[in-house]
């Protein structure tokens, strides 16, 4: 690895951490500010509804403005969202910034894969790009470690404002970032300015697209109600906040495991199979975690999901960057990412409106149905692409 390859995917390490820092236990931070279901979830309908909705439009940028300009700006975002969090104590007041720091995540991430993607070879980019996941998703374990403890024993400010600290480094750092700029991705960028968002249904009619989308999608909605809504459940059937984070943090930090071999996997094997695999192990898991009140049995399937929640990413992104249909990757990775944060913006605000007027148990099994539903509409696409 490269010296600039190096300090861009630290950047990143530290960018995922201070996520970790803030998502996992944000549903906890605004019930305890006076928040109802409804408001979280509105307020993180809010954050990942910017998020899926700017993927595309900053993948498209990055394409033509470059990625340097477009990762500075997100770093700024990440950086001055946790500070509002930190000293806001009304969850009405919160929506505002949780819509920023959407913005600040959907235009840092397809943008940052997008890099990899441009320092990476062609038929090793399934391992470059699983070597980054790991190295965020370790970033985004420590954080959510440290955001548990820091929660429980200081309170949800002093995280945030550790949050801030490691957001404004990260600012700095991006500001020192050197672009790559091969011949060939100057080409690409030249030629993007012909795709925008009105190209975009257009560009989910070609399967090599649409399959990645609507599984990230089914995949994502299941995997952030999980996450969402666990916190909640944990607190319902006994668990302290520092087991709830411990065992969320199971799944970024045992995706290093399963990463390498991922990787390697992605880019020698059907990956359309593998998406299958992926969506039906990820339902699974989510639809039994009501069944268990044990912290050892939470402890084993957060455990387990560690590989969909990895795999999610990893294999439709690099089914768009290898496929030579698609001219403009960060283009095609912002339609991708789209997919799972439209799944991550949906699922609070739907599922929270079921937890309220049901049960918060509900909502896994309605979630595991719904994603079946929706892959089994990829079944016919995929036999269609095959045929053609």
Same mark, same amino acid.
């Given at each position: 690895?490269?010296?600039?390859?190096?300090?861009?995917?630290?950047?990143?390490?530290?960018?995922?951490?201070?996520?970790?820092?803030?998502?996992?236990?944000?549903?906890?931070?605004?019930?305890?500010?006076?928040?109802?279901?409804?408001?979280?979830?509105? =307020?993180?309908?809010?954050?990942?509804?910017?998020?899926?909705?700017?993927?595309?439009?900053?993948?498209?940028?990055?394409?033509?403005?470059?990625?340097?300009?477009?990762?500075?700006?997100?770093?700024?975002? /990440?950086?001055?969202?946790?500070?509002?969090?930190?000293? +806001?104590?009304? =969850?009405?007041?919160?929506?505002?910034?949780?819509?920023?720091?959407?913005?600040?995540?959907?235009?840092?991430?397809?943008?940052?894969? %997008?890099?990899?993607?441009? !320092?990476?070879?062609?038929?090793?980019?399934?391992?470059?790009?699983?070597?980054?996941?790991?190295?965020?998703? *370790?970033?985004?374990?420590?954080?959510?470690?440290?955001?548990?403890?820091?929660?429980?024993? /200081? &309170?949800?400010?002093?995280?945030?404002?550790?949050?801030?600290?490691? &957001?404004?480094?990260?600012?700095?750092?991006?500001?020192?970032?050197?672009?790559?700029?091969?011949?060939?991705?100057?080409?690409?960028?030249?030629?993007?300015?012909?795709? #925008?968002?009105? #190209?975009?249904?257009?560009?989910?009619?070609?399967? +090599?697209?649409?399959?990645? $989308?609507?599984?990230? $999608?089914?995949?994502?909605?299941?995997? %952030?109600?999980?996450?969402?809504?666990?916190?909640? /459940?944990?607190?319902?059937?006994?668990?302290?906040?520092?087991?709830?984070?411990?065992?969320?943090?199971?799944?970024? !930090?045992?995706?290093?495991?399963?990463?390498?071999?991922?990787?390697?996997?992605?880019? #020698?094997? #059907?990956?359309? !199979?593998?998406?299958?695999? *992926?969506?039906?192990?990820?339902?699974?898991?989510?639809?039994?975690?009501?069944?268990?009140?044990?912290? /050892?049995?939470?402890?084993?399937? $957060?455990?387990?999901?560690?590989?969909?929640?990895?795999?999610?990413?990893?294999?439709? !992104?690099?089914?768009?960057?290898?496929?030579?249909?698609?001219?403009?990757?960060?283009?095609?990775?912002?339609?991708?990412?789209?997919?799972?944060?439209? &799944?991550?913006?949906?699922?609070?605000?739907?599922?929270?409106?079921? %937890?309220?007027?049901?049960?918060?148990?509900?909502?896994?099994?309605?979630?595991?149905?719904? &994603?079946?539903?929706?892959?089994?509409?990829?079944?016919?696409?995929?036999?269609?692409?095959?045929?053609?």
């Amino acid at each position: 690895m490269h010296k600039n390859e190096f300090s861009f995917t630290f950047l990143m390490f530290l960018t995922a951490m201070s996520g970790g820092l803030v998502l996992p236990l944000f549903s906890l931070f605004v019930g305890a500010i006076d928040g109802s279901f409804v408001l979280i979830g509105l =307020a993180i309908f809010g954050r990942d509804g910017a998020s899926a909705f700017s993927r595309l439009p900053f993948g498209s940028l990055s394409d033509r403005w470059g990625r340097k300009p477009l990762i500075i700006v997100a770093a700024g975002g /990440y950086a001055i969202s946790p500070l509002a969090f930190s000293v +806001i104590d009304r =969850a009405i007041y919160l929506l505002p910034f949780t819509v920023l720091h959407g913005l600040a995540i959907g235009c840092m991430w397809p943008t940052a894969y %997008a890099v990899v993607s441009d !320092m990476s070879q062609v038929g090793k980019r399934g391992q470059a790009i699983s070597l980054f996941a790991v190295i965020t998703g *370790t970033g985004y374990a420590i954080g959510t470690v440290i955001g548990g403890i820091l929660s429980k024993s /200081y &309170g949800y400010s002093l995280t945030y404002r550790i949050a801030f600290v490691i &957001g404004l480094i990260v600012f700095l750092g991006c500001l020192g970032f050197k672009e790559t700029h091969p011949k060939k991705t100057i080409q690409t960028r030249s030629k993007s300015k012909k795709l #925008n968002l009105i #190209n975009f249904l257009n560009l989910l009619k070609r399967p +090599i697209l649409l399959i990645p $989308f609507i599984a990230a $999608f089914a995949c994502s909605l299941t995997l %952030a109600m999980s996450s969402t809504f666990f916190p909640l /459940y944990g607190v319902q059937v006994g668990e302290t906040e520092a087991e709830i984070g411990f065992i969320l943090m199971l799944t970024p !930090m045992l995706g290093i495991i399963v990463s390498v071999p991922l990787g390697k996997l992605v880019d #020698n094997v #059907n990956k359309i !199979m593998l998406l299958f695999f *992926t969506i039906l192990s990820s339902l699974f898991l989510v639809a039994i975690i009501p069944l268990f009140t044990s912290f /050892y049995a939470f402890v084993i399937i $957060f455990s387990f999901l560690s590989f969909p929640n990895i795999a999610i990413q990893v294999i439709p !992104m690099t089914i768009v960057v290898d496929s030579t249909e698609i001219s403009s990757k960060g283009l095609g990775l912002g339609v991708v990412q789209t997919g799972i944060q439209m &799944g991550s913006a949906i699922s609070p605000l739907l599922f929270s409106l079921l %937890a309220g007027s049901t049960s918060i148990a509900s909502t896994f099994w309605v979630s595991s149905l719904i &994603g079946l539903i929706l892959m089994a509409t990829i079944i016919p696409i995929a036999k269609q692409s095959r045929s053609t």
